[in-house]
């Protein structure tokens, strides 16, 4: 009898942080299948990088499912009438916390690892270098995990559903070692929440302040193609 590995869901945002995530997957032995959300984000460039991500590390499957957040804004990365900061963190929620993204990506992955048969989902949150958004603390994690066991068939049939946080309690400069190790290409990822169509990051907003300085922190050189 054939002992076939495990499946899991990955959520692949394109990003440096869901790329690692998707590595360590890997490297536990599951069988991965990358799920990508266009949710009417400012651009398409790291839906195009998770697919270059995908490829490059081996997923089973790779989709994007859609689903337009974008049409009720309230977030600077659905909504261009709100400029992406560019001086630096600020106290409270940013404006670049999108309403409920983490939530609904979840649940989307949810739905597919229950077709799927997979008992696990990979979702690179981190609660260390990040910029204040609520649905990427433990508390949060934790919350999801049991209400997805109390939502679903295969959870109330018994087969404990389980939401990994890998990255939750990590510094960016770990994240990017532990990525390293296990062989992600960062030069194929985009994390800037301004990037243009080819993938150029601004190198001034948030999000590229702190993959900048996660680099300089990992001793390593940054492979960010900026504009």
């Known amino acids: 009898m054939i002992d076939h590995p495990k499946r899991a869901v990955i959520l692949l945002s394109g990003g440096l942080d869901s790329a690692t995530c998707l590595a360590i997957a890997r490297d536990m032995g599951f069988d ?16 195009a990088a998770a697919r270059r991500v995908a490829a490059s590390l081996g997923a089973r499957e790779h989709r994007v499912a859609s689903v337009e957040l974008g049409q009720f804004g ?16 600020t106290a ?10 983490n ?16 008992n696990d989902i990979f979702v690179g949150v981190n609660a260390v270098d990040y910029s204040g958004y609520p649905d990427c603390r433990p508390e949060f994690i934790a919350a999801f995990e049991t209400m997805a066991n109390l939502a679903t ?14 990255l939750i309690s990590l510094s960016k400069a770990d994240i990017i070692h532990r990525g390293s190790a296990l062989g992600v290409d960062y030069s194929q990822t ?30 390593l050189p940054d492979p960010t193609r900026y504009a």
């Open 103 to 118: 939530t609904v990506m979840l649940s989307i992955a949810l739905a597919w690892a229950e077709v799927l048969g997979a």
């Open 190 to 219: 985009v994390s800037c929440y301004q990037a243009d169509d080819a993938g150029h990051a601004c190198g001034r907003c948030d999000a590229c302040r702190l993959r900048r300085a996660g680099f300089e922190a990992a001793g």
């Open 74 to 89: 309230g977030s600077a990365l659905t909504d261009e009438k709100i400029p992406v900061p560019v001086e630096g963190s």
């Open 92 to 101: 409270g929620i940013p404006v670049t916390y999108v309403p409920a993204r």
């Open 153 to 166: 068939k295969v959870g109330i049939e018994g087969a404990r559903l389980r939401i990994h946080a890998p």
């Open 32 to 47: 991965t299948y990358a799920l990508s959300v266009a949710y009417g984000q400012r651009h398409a460039a790291e839906l």
